[in-house]
């Protein structure tokens, strides 16, 4: 299996402008792409294993021969959970190492979105940093619709309405991807008929005590509760609730599936019961799509449920080579913009919940898919159990 360079922190002058990079891959024989991600600092442990995710689907496309016979060479850049970590990640992977496109996993990416549309950097990821450039910038292509002006959408109430719901809270980070997400959930349940009595967005990062948070929840009589939290939060407030002895009908949060819950046990029991919204088919699903991505994923030594984090390199990467491919041998970054802007046929070889459609600059609800649709993962006992076996969709009213 072809090996894959990559650079996890910056130093300052190790300028690298060899071939494969800037605007044109010219004549050499690799194609570097950045991956921007929280290496370091507070957002770190919710993104680890965004590198094994992107390695193991550039492995395999290098394995496979390359793209148009040339392979792809990963160069990481730590964002360290900050808007100035994330500029200067971006400014280095783009001056100092010469890559052709950057790909983002990171809540701070939209610090550094003017520079790179500035720049005209393809940028591929994770379009829930609620950078305003998802959803107008000519050169950002999200493997999931932008949410900078997140839709009201039905799909969030008819889940919760189904679940026999009558009250519900929406807790969310302070980050305004976070709070975006906890604020238009709430719409989407109260466009239901479904009371919404208390929405905090108040929630750092860094918080560790959850035991307030989950006293408001109790006050609050709610049967069902949507989360916006990283998934250290989730798995902490989960606990504090169960202190408390909170039971609601349903309890949803837009991330958290994955194997690093499966291997903590405290996180697996507070969480024991809750629904997690996912924007890729989950692995227990066993389809075509997701044994594939299990396989790549063993060849980085991931054994296990592929998380937000895993599966977001491996899809971010997977975008990145759809576009080269739509290039054709005319490389350059104003033609992979161009083509990959005209395309409506990526689905991540259908592993994803929808398809892009690129040319529209669609958004769609916090955490949902192309179409406003998911996936829904329940953690029963020790494993995770699909709710759904086809995406469930719903539309925008707002």
């Keep these: 299996m072809a090996a894959v360079a990559a650079v996890s922190l910056f130093a300052a002058g190790c300028a690298d402008n060899g071939s494969g990079g800037g605007d044109s891959v010219g004549e050499g024989d690799t194609i570097k792409v950045g991956l921007m991600y929280d290496v370091t600092g507070p957002a770190a442990a919710g993104s680890v294993g965004t590198d094994t995710g992107a390695k193991a689907r550039i492995d395999t496309i290098n394995a496979a021969g390359g793209i148009n016979g040339r392979k792809l060479e990963l160069v990481i850049g730590d964002s360290a959970s900050t808007p100035a970590g994330a500029q200067s990640a971006a400014k280095t992977l783009v001056e100092q190492h010469g890559v052709f496109a950057v790909m983002t996993w990171t809540y701070t990416a939209n610090a550094a979105a003017p520079y790179l549309e500035q720049q005209k950097v393809p940028v591929i990821g994770g379009s829930w940093d609620s950078a305003p450039q998802w959803a107008h910038g000519e050169n950002f292509f999200g493997t999931q619709p932008a949410n900078t002006e997140a839709s009201v959408v039905t799909t969030y109430g008819n889940w919760f309405k189904q679940a026999g719901v009558t009250k519900a809270a929406s807790i969310g980070l302070n980050t305004a991807s976070g709070k975006t997400a906890a604020e238009k959930v709430a719409e989407s349940i109260r466009s239901a008929g479904i009371d919404v009595p208390l929405v ?17 929840v109790k006050n609050s009589g709610v049967d069902g509760l949507y989360v916006a939290l990283a998934p250290n939060g989730i798995y902490a407030l989960a606990a504090a609730l169960k202190q408390q002895n909170v039971n609601v009908k349903l309890a949803m949060a837009g991330t958290g599936y994955g194997q690093d819950l499966l291997d903590n046990p405290s996180a697996r029991q507070g969480a024991d019961g809750m629904q997690f919204v996912m924007h890729y088919q989950p692995k227990e699903l066993n389809t075509d799509a997701t044994k594939a991505m299990v396989t790549a994923l063993e060849g980085q030594g991931f054994t296990g449920s592929p998380g937000f984090a895993v599966a977001g390199g491996y899809t971010d990467v997977d975008l990145f080579a759809h576009g080269l491919r739509l290039a054709g041998d005319d490389v350059t970054r104003e033609n992979f913009i161009s083509k990959l802007r005209d395309d409506t046929s990526w689905n991540g070889e259908g592993l994803m919940a929808g398809t892009a459609s690129f ?3 669609v958004s769609a609800g916090p955490g949902l898919n192309y179409g406003n ?25 707002g």
């Design 200 to 216: 905090n967005t108040s929630i750092d990062q860094t918080t560790a005590d959850f035991g307030p948070t989950a006293i408001a």
């Design 373 to 397: 649709c998911m996936y829904v993962s329940e953690l029963r006992g020790e494993s995770f159990v699909p709710v759904v076996d086809t995406p469930y969709c719903g539309d925008n009213i």
């Design 359 to 361: 040319p529209e600059f």
